[in-house]
T-cell receptor
């Protein structure tokens, strides 16, 4: 299995809703990432998990809450989002060791906040 | 702060033309340079370059890395309308947090029939 699987593919949520985005990989990658991509912009890093521990939080608002229950799963819990949070949310994974340089992206979740 | 710059920002060509997209970088602990093609969904991987001067080729697309000049080019020959997309360059680095990826702003390519 050489894929990163993200669910759902599309999500529409109200500003008072609570929802979660899920990401799964079975490549044995020990680093997992959340990126946010707005229209016509490159992906922006949100969070990095390394060996299931949060290692980077790029000053993301607390209405986004990541969780890494095990080495194969990465969740992003959403609560009280704003319309400007509408974007494509991408999950990625990579090997953790210095000698590996590749990344694998999931197909993304397109989120619309109404 | 790691920085990746792509040029041009956008490009309009006609089918059959050859295009060259540029990517330059200033990063710490360089590991790799990656090219992605993005249409309406997630970026699609094209190439990963780690060694300077070695061309990677896939059909009409090719790319080469110049570590001395801290840059890379992506060439597309005999362009087709299906090549219309945003092309993203990203540089992989390694630090205590793991493999990091810094993206350039992308080049928007439009190929007209």
């Amino acid at each position: 299995d050489t894929e990163v699987t993200q669910t759902p593919k599309h999500l529409v949520m109200g500003m008072t809703n609570k929802k979660s985005l899920k990401c799964e990989q079975h490549m044995g990658h020990r680093a997992m990432y959340w990126y946010k991509q707005k229209a016509k912009k490159p992906p922006e890093l949100m969070f990095v998990y390394s060996y299931e521990k949060l290692s980077i939080n790029e000053s993301v608002p607390s209405r986004f809450s990541p969780e890494c229950p095990n080495s194969s799963l990465l969740n992003l819990h959403l609560h009280a989002l704003q319309p400007e949070d509408s974007a494509l949310y991408l999950c990625a994974s990579s090997q953790r060791d210095r000698d590996s340089a590749g990344y694998t992206f999931g197909s993304g979740t397109r989120l619309t906040v109404v | 702060e790691d920085k990746v710059v792509q040029s041009p920002l956008s490009l309009v060509v006609h089918e059959g033309d050859t295009v060259t997209l540029n990517c330059s970088y200033e990063v710490t602990n360089f590991r790799s340079l990656l090219w992605y093609k993005q249409e309406k969904k997630a970026p699609t991987f094209l190439f990963m370059l780690t060694s300077s001067g070695i061309e990677k080729k896939s059909g009409r697309l090719s790319s080469i890395l110049d570590k001395k000049e801290l840059s890379s080019i992506l060439n597309i020959t005999a362009t087709q309308t299906g090549d219309s997309a945003i092309y993203l360059c990203a540089v992989g680095t390694f630090n205590n947090a793991g493999n990091m990826l810094t993206f350039g702003g992308g080049t928007r390519l439009m190929v007209k029939p």
